[in-house]
């Protein structure tokens, strides 16, 4: 019997894409009689699948570390040189330490989110490895904490990431080979073999947008700008925004100040599967993405998608064969990408089968059994 902790370092929102991927693997590790430690965020109210994980015999430790007491350490670390050990300490692997795990899992929003837990791993010489679910040009790190980090990726038992791409740009981020890198997948909210009746009328055409109603990370408001040119407007085509997050009054304002008429919200929707029924194809204009589940339980329906050149998209979608790729997130190359969908809009269902057979050549069929088995051979 092992024992497994998991870090989440998303501390911006409750739960997200990211979080997917160590919850159904930690799920399975208790069913398989392992023990389990989850170290999150005292959320307020907590999200509902860690209360089944407590359920089911892990033990929770909630993070309550105050951003004004952050600030306050900050400026005493730089007046007192070595105040970061005791940080973390403090804040980090101390509730950890009566678990004592065999393995820390330390799930990323992105690379650089986890070094302050890899730095307490090492000091207490516990075995960890970091998954990163996203690399943003944003976070580049200056030359000492570059070089922190890749000692700290290169100590890891094995650094996971979800595509080649953030991989790539992390060794060039950190200026280093991460020789004891893999590739791993999240897991599906659709079942491998799905392939919903695809939908009976042509007009309007519709495309489905499914994620966080975020401008930064999702590109909405590069969509908005594309769709608030005449010809979007008065073509025979929808987009539907399917559910939640910060901007989605602003995105209703800007559709108010656009004038655009073929954009509904679809709100929430827990079956992804029904969501296909409706709609010829998704569109995901992101800034940045990792792994996007979006995109690929899209394909596994046999829908095509008109995706940005980010994260995974690029290893899925051959362009104008089952999707389109959009070069770079701006505005004239979404227009460009969804012009060419447009012009063989008659072929769209024949591009979704394409879409099926790809993904399923990319994506295994029990990504979580895969990642659980691979996690517990870093034990031995």
Not at 224 to 243: F, T
Not at 274 to 285: A, D, F, M, R
Not at 321 to 349: I, T
Request: aromatic share 10%.
């Amino acid at each position: 019997m092992f024992k497994i902790a998991f870090v989440t370092t998303n501390d911006g929102h409750p739960w997200g894409g990211c979080d997917e991927l160590w919850y159904h693997t930690a799920c399975l590790l208790l069913k398989d009689n392992h023990q389990v430690a989850v170290s999150i965020k005292d959320w307020h109210p907590m999200p509902r699948q860690i209360e089944t994980l407590q359920k089911d015999g892990a033990v929770i430790y909630k993070r309550n570390i105050k951003k004004k007491f952050n600030r306050l350490k900050s400026v005493i670390n730089r007046l007192i040189p070595g105040f970061l050990k005791l940080e973390n300490e403090n804040s980090y692997y101390r509730a950890l330490e009566g678990f004592d795990p065999d393995l820390v899992v330390i799930s990323q929003g992105n690379n650089v989110q986890g070094k302050d837990w890899m730095v307490a791993c090492k000091d207490k010489n516990w075995k960890y490895a970091p998954i990163v679910q996203l690399v943003s040009e944003h976070n580049w790190p200056d030359d000492t904490n570059g070089a922190l980090l890749a000692n700290l990726y290169r100590s890891a038992e094995k650094t996971f990431f979800i595509s080649l791409e953030n991989l790539r740009l992390t060794e060039i981020m950190f200026a280093t080979k991460l020789e004891n890198a893999e590739i791993v997948d999240n897991p599906l909210n659709v079942s491998f073999e799905a392939n919903p009746i695809y939908p009976d009328h042509k007009e309007p055409y519709s495309l489905a947008y499914v994620g966080r109603l975020s401008f930064f990370h999702k590109g909405l408001d590069i969509l908005l700008e594309v769709l608030a040119l005449e010809k979007w407007k008065n073509r025979p085509i929808e987009v539907v925004l399917y559910g939640s997050g910060e901007n989605k009054d602003s995105l209703e304002k800007l559709l108010q100040k656009y004038g655009i008429t073929n954009v509904k919200f679809g709100g929430f929707k827990e079956n992804v599967e029904e969501i296909w029924k409706n709609h010829q194809g998704l569109i995901c204009p992101s800034r940045i993405e990792g792994m996007p589940m979006v995109v690929v339980e899209a394909m596994l329906c046999n829908r095509f998608c008109i995706g940005t050149k980010v994260g995974i998209i690029p290893e899925l979608i051959n362009d104008s064969e089952n999707g389109f790729l959009v070069r770079a997130p701006q505005a004239e190359f979404l227009d460009e990408a969804m012009e060419k969908a447009w012009s063989v809009r008659d072929d769209w269902e024949k591009l979704g089968q394409a879409a099926g057979i790809k993904v399923r050549e990319r994506v295994p069929p029990q990504p979580v059994e895969n990642f659980m088995n691979l996690l517990k051979g870093l034990i031995h």
